[in-house]
Every structure is written in structure tokens, then in C-alpha cells.
């Protein structure tokens, strides 16, 4: 009877053992599980983030050209209002100059924009063509109105 107790107990033990150990796996796998989500959703998110650091940088980068572009375009069709009826070969330079401008230029400077400047490079030859033509106010409205568009954008 006594070593039937004993292996009862035994029996016993083992089972507890048994028990505490499966409870301890199923712990352990809970807790390897969390872990691996979460690790995962870490990981996802800094993609996510560092695609977004991305677009803000080029689009950072664009906006940059795009006003360095067009603030260049503006003091370029500012120099041509210096025009002073002497000359003409130096300001045609410029023109021919503003419209290869325009033509590289195009993905960073707007419709309006490059509308206006081609106005204002037709109005010059124009005045390049008979000086009497100039006419201050023209120019300072293109100018205006070049400048109100550029700071709309």
C-alpha cells in the first residue's frame, strides 16, 4: 500500500508538473505571438513613415526649384523693362534668353505664369521693334500680374 501511495503521488506530481508546464507554453507562445505582432506593426509603420519623410522631401525639393525657377524668370523679365531704346541686340539676347528659359524651365513655372512671361517677351519685341511703344504701365501691370500669381501659388 505505501509504494501505491507513493506512485499515486508521484502520478500526482508529474501531472501538476505536466500542468504548470503547458501553462507556462501556452504563456510563452501567448507572449512570442504579441511580440511578433507588434514587431511586425513596427515595422510596418517605419516603412509607412520613412515613405512619407520621402514624399514631403521631394516635394520640399520641387517647391524649391519650382520658386527658384520663377523668381530667376521674374528678375530676368524685370531687366527688360531697362530697356532704353539703345542697344537692341543685347535685349533681343535677353528675350531669345527668357524663352529658352521657359522652354526648360516649363515643369516648374505654371500655365499663368509662363502665359504672362510670353506676353510680356511679345510686348518687348514689339517695343524692340519701335520704341515708342513703351509703355511703363503695361509693363508694371505685367509685373503685377505675375507677381500675384507667383504668391497665390
Known amino acids: 500500500m505505501n509504494d ?62 519650382r520658386i527658384d525657377a520663377q523668381e530667376l ?19 533681343q539676347n535677353k528675350i531669345s534668353i527668357i524663352n529658352k528659359y521657359l522652354t526648360q524651365k516649363k515643369i516648374y513655372l505654371n500655365k499663368e505664369i509662363i502665359s504672362i512671361a510670353q506676353n510680356f517677351n511679345d510686348y518687348f519685341l514689339t517695343v524692340l521693334g519701335d520704341y515708342r511703344n513703351k509703355n511703363y504701365q503695361i509693363e508694371i501691370s505685367f509685373l503685377e500680374e505675375y507677381d500675384k500669381i507667383f504668391n497665390n501659388d
Open 4 to 65: 501505491l501511495g507513493a506512485l499515486q503521488e508521484l502520478i500526482k506530481n508529474a501531472s501538476e508538473s505536466i500542468n504548470a508546464n503547458y501553462n507556462l507554453t501556452i504563456a510563452l507562445s501567448c507572449f512570442v505571438g504579441v511580440n511578433l505582432i507588434a514587431t511586425g506593426l513596427d515595422i510596418f509603420f517605419q516603412f509607412r513613415l520613412k515613405n512619407k519623410e520621402k514624399s514631403i522631401t521631394k516635394h520640399s525639393l520641387r517647391e524649391s526649384k
Open 73 to 91: 524668370l521674374y528678375n530676368m523679365l524685370e531687366e527688360l523693362t531697362y530697356y532704353d531704346g539703345l542697344n537692341s541686340a543685347i535685349f
